[in-house]
Structures are given as structure tokens and as C-alpha cells.
């Protein structure tokens, strides 16, 4: 594994997010990282936010996604308070527009604020710890080998689908 100082955080809105992040979570262990994965609220739980925001870069960590629903405040919320990249995810409620709410609260950021913002749900999810993992090769050389061959068995495995289907 990389260096066991470099940590990412995986936080999410609701429990009800975990099933949807797990792929997020997955991911991040498949590149070496061990993430710290947490339940805070921008809305129930905004002093908890505001403390893991604040402390996040003297506690180690060098990337937070952040994953939420409906009104989606969480990664903006966190990209606020701290200077370390957010790479938020919006994810799908269970009422609403599918998702396209979240979307828009994250995506949408003021200037100075930036939100790194992925697709809606899984895809988003793992595309999340994928980026995360990009940042952290930067100064990791473990992590950017495991990111190298993680790149070419995609491209392996594209290729084998391409030629099954044209034999």
C-alpha cells in the first residue's frame, strides 16, 4: 500500500446513501486507500459538518467526497470551510426528480468555492473514488501504479468485449 498518512474521506448525508457509496468505497480500497466513511449532515448534523470540514486537513486527510441528496449541501457546505478538494455526489432520493436536485445544488457552486461534481448514483460514485485516487497519485507513487493498471485492464477489457462481439 501507499503511504498509510494519505486518507480520504467518504461522507454521506443519510445511511440510506451507503448502499449507493459502497462502490465509492470499494474503489478507493482496490487503489490502497483506506477511507474514513462518515455520516454528516449539512442540515441535521451542521455543527458536526463544520468541525469535520474545519479539521479535516490537520487530521491528514488529502481529498473528501462528499455524497448527498434532495437539496445536496454537503459538499458545497464542506468546500466552504476547508481548502483540501471535495469531490461531491449527488445521489438519487427516493421521492423527488431523480436525483437532478442534487445534481444542481452540487454542481451549482459560487465562484471560490469549487465542488468537483460527478454523475448521479453509482457511476458517480465510483467515478468519485476514481478522481480521488488520480489526485492522490500525484504524490503517491503506489497509488498511481494501482491507477496505471486499473487503466489498462479497462482498456484490455473493452478491447476483449470488441473482438467477442466481432469474431
Known amino acids: 500500500m501507499g503511504d498509510k498518512n494519505i486518507k480520504a474521506a467518504v461522507i454521506m448525508g443519510s445511511d440510506s446513501d451507503l448502499s449507493t457509496m459502497q462502490k465509492c468505497i470499494d474503489t478507493l480500497k482496490e487503489f490502497g486507500i483506506q477511507p474514513t466513511v462518515r455520516v454528516i449532515s449539512a442540515h441535521r ?3 458536526e459538518a463544520a468541525d469535520f470540514a474545519d479539521k479535516a486537513k490537520e487530521n491528514g486527510y488529502k481529498v473528501i467526497i462528499a455524497a448527498a441528496g434532495m437539496a445536496a449541501h454537503l459538499a458545497g457546505s464542506v468546500a466552504g470551510r476547508t481548502e483540501l478538494p471535495v469531490i461531491g455526489v449527488p445521489m438519487q432520493a427516493s421521492e423527488g426528480p431523480n436525483g437532478l436536485d442534487a445534481l444542481l445544488s452540487t454542481v451549482q457552486m459560487p ?3 469549487p465542488v468537483a461534481s460527478m454523475a448521479i448514483g453509482k457511476a458517480g460514485a465510483k ?3 476514481i478522481f480521488a485516487a488520480q489526485i492522490i ?3 503517491d507513487e503506489e497509488v498511481d501504479k494501482k491507477l496505471k493498471q486499473f487503466r ?5 477489457a473493452v478491447i476483449a468485449k470488441d473482438a467477442s462481439i466481432n469474431s
Do not use: K, M, W
Open 111 to 113: 465562484p471560490g468555492v
Open 45 to 47: 448534523t451542521p455543527l
Open 127 to 129: 467515478n468519485a473514488a
Open 137 to 139: 497519485s500525484l504524490f
Open 152 to 156: 489498462t485492464r479497462q482498456t484490455e
